[in-house]
């Protein structure tokens, strides 16, 4: 029996359940066949320690994706609270996504964005199929972090932003944690 087939899901019940993950927000950068790509993603998370691997997903729908399969490096720009407007830039497809964005080139031939909570320049590692998407993992070669900026947060559809309050007074890596 193939179990796949047999769930029928609800795709909006399905999209509301998964909303209820909370996510931080990247712009996904890299440069293939000379030109400058970025992408919104809250897909990216942390795989490996050692070695240094994280992941992402793109939908294959997306425009870009030929051009992604062929870079030789990428940079995930966390954002900060306060950067939205750069999220949402860089979500809308087929649109002039550099026009008039300041960023510096990054050591992995990736595009860096000014202001973000955190950067990862990365190699790519592995590629796979990911049914409606493709999961990219790269590995980490350099990253950098803001202590002082906060991280925008993606829930239920909606950017949130986190309570500072106990967040700032918590060690890390703290005891819970494997
Ligand atoms: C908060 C947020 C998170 C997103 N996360 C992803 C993601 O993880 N993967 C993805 O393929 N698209 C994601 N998107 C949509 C893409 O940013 C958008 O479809 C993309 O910029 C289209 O690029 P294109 O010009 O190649 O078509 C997200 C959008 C938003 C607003």
């Known amino acids: 029996m193939d179990l796949k087939s047999e769930i029928s899901f609800d795709r909006q019940a399905f999209r509301q359940a998964l ?3 909370p996510t931080g927000v990247c712009v996904v950068t890299c440069t ?3 030109e400058q790509l970025g992408m919104t993603m809250s897909s990216f998370n942390c795989l490996s320690l050692d070695p240094p691997l ?4 793109i939908d294959r729908k997306a425009v870009s994706l030929p051009l992604w399969e062929k870079a030789a ?3 995930v720009n966390v954002l900060a609270e306060n950067q939205k407007d750069i999220s949402n830039r860089f979500a809308k497809s087929r649109s002039n996504k550099w026009e008039g964005m300041r960023f510096a080139h990054g050591q992995c031939g990736a595009p860096l964005l000014p202001g973000v909570a955190a950067v990862f320049e990365c190699i790519p590692w592995a590629k796979y199929d990911g049914g409606d998407h493709t999961l990219f993992i790269a590995e980490v070669r350099r990253f950098a972090s ?3 900026r ?3 947060v993606f829930s239920k559809g909606r950017y949130a932003a986190l309570q500072t309050t106990e967040f700032v007074a ?3 890596p703290l005891d819970i944690h494997y």
Do not use: K, N, R
């Not at 994280?54 to 997903?57: G, K």
């Open 32 to 34: 293939a066949e000379f």
């Open 170 to 172: 918590s060690l890390w």
């Open 146 to 148: 803001s202590v002082d």
């Open 19 to 21: 909303g209820q993950f």
């Open 54 to 57: 994280i992941l992402f997903s």
């Open 150 to 152: 906060m991280p925008l």
């Open 73 to 75: 490096g990428y940079a």
